[in-house]
Structures are given as C-alpha cells and as structure tokens.
C-alpha cells in the first residue's frame, strides 16, 4: 500500500509540474523546500488522507496541495500569482474539491499566504 501511496504522489507532483509550466518553481513534499522566486509559486504536497472503504480495500486519497507565493513583503502579489495557478489547474482537469486561504510558516522566510486545495479522487497511477 505504501508503494502505491508514494507512486500517486510521485505522479501528481509531474502533472502539477508539467500543468503549471513557467509558473511554478518547485513542487515537494518538503515544506521547508516550498519557497517560490518572484513571480512564481511553490507547491507542497501534503502526505495524503487515506480512507478505508471496507475492510481489505486499497484506501482512498484524499490529496491536499499549498500553493504558495511571496514573502511577508510581496503578499499582495502573491495572492495574484496564487490565483493564476489555481485557474491554471482547474483548467487542466485537475478536479479540485475546495480552496480555502491558509498560512505556512516557512522557517527563515515567515508566515506567508498560501492557499489549501483539496483534490477529489484522480485516477493518477494503473491499478496493478
């Protein structure tokens, strides 16, 4: 179950990479690594919920991602480019369920402004 977990989140990090093109500069699963240059956001992938259907199922992801921008002094243009991602992937079939305004204290740069997204489920890997 593991494999299959860190397989989906392996490919979920290509098609956020590959959706968001020029915009993004680094999507991780590393949140001390989730630091965007101006005029570029981070993603950081957030270890999924696993919900078990019925008893012996593979479980059900539930993928969160925080897209964030700017630092203490640029968030209002943070914002902006936090908002052009989003339309960028809900554009691209990325099946976002929700986007809520949350905040992410990255050591040496602060608290900065990011946005939440939860994703319902994606077909990102074959069933073996």
Not at 28 to 40: E, I
Not at 67 to 87: W, Y
Request: proline residues 5%; hydrophobic residues 45%.
């Amino acid at each position: 179950m593991s494999a299959r977990v860190t397989r989906e989140r392996d490919a979920l990090m290509e098609l956020l990479e590959s959706t968001l093109g020029d915009l993004v500069q680094v999507v991780t699963d590393d949140l001390q690594a989730a630091r965007a240059s101006p005029g570029r956001v981070a993603v950081f992938v957030e270890p999924p919920d696993l919900e078990y259907p019925r008893w012996g199922d593979l479980p059900e992801t539930t993928w969160r991602l925080d897209v964030i921008a700017g630092t203490m002094a640029t968030q209002a243009t943070g914002l902006d480019l936090i908002m052009r991602a989003i339309d960028v992937l809900a554009s691209h079939d990325i099946n976002i369920q929700a986007a809520r305004p949350v905040s992410m204290s990255l050591a040496g740069a602060g608290t900065v402004a990011a946005y939440q997204l939860t994703l319902n489920p994606l077909e990102l890997i074959e069933e073996e």
